[in-house]
């Protein structure tokens, strides 16, 4: 009798190695020390679940082999191991998508003092999306019932059914803007000018974004201070938590007291609510993180210019060099193993070959997984993933061996990439995003979420690209699919939607999306293609050149300028840096280098102070999520 030792070790291997990279990436982008144990938790598990599908997948797909032969059967678990493992990891997800983390993102959002308070605001902030999906979860019962009696297993088919269609709707959407937009990524960063260009072109707006959220803060900054001044009418508890919102003021005291000329500021209420309280230090929040994520992204982008700029600078010297790394950068780039003429050798003629090769294996992967979804009912025999996952010899037919999983695992790992590196080009998510190191709560619970969300219907997805006497004796399918196919409906959705993936694969592909932004004024998706040869390139040029100069309104900070002097580039870092003050939260403990800042003495570039404050508050105001906004938020 053949035993699964082997198989064993090596999955409880892989997940301890699966393990250990989800804590990188949590340490990437979030303070582990200060991050509390109720956020970091249900946010692991969020993302080491859905991960571990991609090997439990190809597990199952092993095991349901009705063989004793071990050499042919790859790694393979008991039948009752596999079906434990697709229960706990399917419900464990699926509390934390609909429930825990929707919960959990509000409790840290709400901007209330107490336990009780965050909770009640959580609550009822969750309650009128949760009502709606019970009302869809009624009429979908009422099919059921009508389909299949009054039965148990009728109510647990509608719940599978309608979470497994709601996140096929997004993941396929997202999936297809990604298969085409991360090989044309890669490929326009093989050219070294196209990819100075297009950094260059997005300059102004990050700028504009960044002094947008500077104006922002200190309006409501300024409300704090008020609130701070006024003695009476204030309880001492609620003294004390003015004081506690007012940690993580990043304006000079001396500025916010200061008696000349102000901008324009919310009046105070004559009656200080809890309500107002805690809506102020929930608007405080939003936007110190939001200031910190323009600040990370404006600093990126300079970098990455300067490097870049670099790289071209050097075709004439073939010596690159960019300078001496900060003491408290990552250690690899404190390493230095090229030299200068071998550096130049890489990033000038290796690399870009480097990414076009990729580009184009990853362009066949997306045609790959695009013709599979298009003929994976009408004619599955012709399915490319199929002939690389399931055995094609005569005697082994139907068979899926080691090479077969390692495959399967590689495209569904790309299938989830491709669906979740469309976020980033989406702007229909608010003021969510992810910094290094300075995550907002609330934006690292609701992207934990999101990859719950779209790791399971992609998987059961990819499953159906086999033969259907392959997927149909998986374990995942048994627990899964015969849920999802227990009714017409659910049988018939799964069908005819993922055809619906050319929709934003052609609107990818023929910027379909740029149309759309000049006809109705409405930006979906980012392109930098319309906007890298329009002649904005030249403004972000300037103020790039500006910044390394230390003669704009943004200077650098001490670690960035020490990270690029020397630099082989046009830019040249002559001024001294401008500090930064620390920016705390209530739940999290920032570092205290923290990038860029503002100039207290320079006026804005392009407005009117008051046209841009005012124009900056009305945006901070349509932050205020109405209900479907919030509903399409979440």
């Known amino acids: ?103 959990l993102g509000e409790y840290i959002d709400s901007g209330y003092r107490t336990p ?61 803007h990604g298969l085409v937009a991360i090989p044309r990524r890669l490929y326009r960063n093989a050219n070294i000018t196209t990819r100075l260009r297009r950094l260059q072109s997005q300059v102004p707006a990050v700028n504009e974004k960044l002094m947008d959220s500077i104006n922002v803060l200190e309006n409501l900054e300024s409300q ?71 600040i990370d992204t404006w ?125 980033s080009d989406i702007k229909v998510w608010g003021n969510r995003a992810l910094v290094k190191r300075n995550t907002y709560g609330e934006s690292a619970t609701w992207y934990a979420g999101q990859i719950a969300k779209l790791t399971v219907p992609l998987a059961y997805n990819f499953l159906t690209f086999l033969p259907p006497d392959v997927h149909r004796e998986t374990t995942f399918y048994q627990f899964l699919g015969q849920l999802i196919n227990l009714t017409p409906l659910g049988k018939g959705f799964d069908f005819f939607f993922p055809i619906f993936i050319l929709v934003p694969v052609c609107a990818t592909l023929f910027n379909l999306y740029g149309r759309v932004k000049g006809i109705f004024r409405f930006d979906i998706m980012d392109d930098d293609e319309e906007v890298a040869f329009s002649g904005g390139w030249r403004e972000g040029r300037d103020l790039i050149e500006r910044e390394l100069n230390g003669s704009s309104r943004l200077g650098l900070s001490a670690q960035q300028q020490q990270q690029r002097a020397g630099t082989q580039s046009s830019y040249r870092d002559d001024a001294a840096p401008s500090p930064d003050n620390n920016i705390n939260s209530p739940l999290n403990t920032f570092p205290r280098s923290v990038g860029t800042t503002l100039s207290s003495h320079a006026p804005p570039q392009r407005q009117e102070p008051s046209s841009r404050l005012a124009a900056a508050t009305a945006a901070a105001e349509e932050e205020d999520e109405n209900f479907f906004q919030g509903f399409a938020h979440r």
């Open 299 to 423: 600093d990126c982008l300079i970098q990455d210019a300067a490097s870049t700029q670099a790289i071209l600078d050097a075709s004439a010297s073939k010596r690159l060099d960019f300078g001496d790394a900060a003491p408290h950068s990552p250690y690899l780039d404190r390493l230095k193993i090229l030299t200068p003429h071998t550096r130049y050798i890489l990033h000038h003629h290796i690399l870009p070959k480097v990414y076009i090769f990729f580009a184009a294996i990853l362009s066949l992967a997306s045609i790959c997984i695009i013709w599979s979804e298009l003929i994976k009912y009408l004619a599955p025999q012709l399915s490319i993933i199929r002939f690389t996952v399931v055995s094609n010899r005569r005697n082994e037919e139907g068979k899926v061996h080691f090479a077969g999983q390692i495959m399967a695992s590689f495209w569904m790992c790309y299938m989830i990439t491709a669906a979740l590196a469309s976020f």
């Open 1 to 103: 009798m053949a035993t699964s030792v082997g198989s064993d070790l090596f999955t409880l291997l892989s997940l301890l190695l699966v393990g250990s990279l989800v804590l990188l990436l949590l340490r990437h982008f979030l303070p582990l020390r200060s991050t509390p144990a109720c956020v970091l938790v249900p946010i692991f598990l969020a993302i080491f679940l859905p991960v571990s599908i991609i090997l439990l997948l190809p597990i199952d797909l092993a095991s349901s082999l009705r063989t004793e032969d071990e050499a042919t059967r790859g790694v393979w678990l008991p039948f009752r191991a596999v079906l434990v493992a697709w229960r706990i990891t399917y419900w464990l997800t699926f509390g934390l998508t609909w429930f825990i983390l929707p919960l």
């Open 116 to 176: 009780r308070d965050r909770f009640i605001y959580s609550l009822r902030s969750n309650g009128r999306y949760q009502l709606i999906v019970l009302v869809c979860a009624a009429g979908g019962l009422v099919y059921v019932f009508v389909q299949n009696g009054f039965r148990g297993t009728s109510v647990k088919a509608m719940v599978v059914a309608l979470a497994y269609c709601w996140g096929l709707i997004f993941a396929i959407y997202l999936m297809g």
């Open 224 to 294: 704090l201070t008020q609130l701070r001044q006024r003695k009476n009418g204030i309880s001492r508890d609620h003294q004390e938590w003015i004081e506690e919102i007012s940690e993580g003021s990043h304006l000079p005291e001396a500025r916010l007291l200061s008696t000349g000329p102000q901008p324009p500021t919310a009046a105070i209420p004559a009656v200080i609510t809890d309500r107002y309280r805690a809506d102020l230090a929930r608007k405080l929040n939003r936007a110190r993180h939001k200031r910190l994520r323009f």
